[in-house]
């Protein structure tokens, strides 16, 4: 059961993310990945305090948001993958900026996501 919420959580992780990448354009800077995964932090963040107890009697659930949607919706694979092509084409500067962006608004973001879940729990 837990390979089906975690398939479906996927299904629909994935869709968002195909459509929120469509409809930021990037330029030389990857911008929607890292909106992405930065909102994606975020919703981490709340869904694992917010929900805590809830997901503690419902794991399949947990799994299908976390995992499946949360899992989906982000992606380390563009980020390394956006990481290359600008090293490759000599934008090593945007390429370190976007690491150290990604990584520094990811944690801040999810950090905000958990203490707002937690707050409202």
């Given at each position: 059961?837990?390979?089906?919420?975690?398939f479906i959580g996927g299904a629909f992780g994935g869709g968002l993310r195909y459509l929120t990448s469509v409809m930021i354009h990037n330029t030389t800077f990857p911008l929607s990945t890292i909106i992405i995964n930065v909102l994606g932090a975020l919703l981490?963040?709340?869904m694992t305090s917010y929900f805590i107890s809830y997901?503690?009697?419902h794991p399949n659930i947990k799994k299908m948001i976390t995992t499946g949607f949360i899992g989906a919706f982000t992606t380390y694979?563009?980020?390394s993958l956006e990481t290359v092509v600008l090293l490759k084409n000599g934008h090593i500067i945007i390429a370190i900026l976007y690491l150290i962006l990604s990584m520094i608004f990811g944690f801040i973001f999810i950090a905000i996501g958990y203490k707002k879940g937690t707050i409202h729990s």
């Open positions: 059961m837990v390979y089906l919420a975690i981490m963040g709340v997901f503690k009697t694979s563009s980020l």
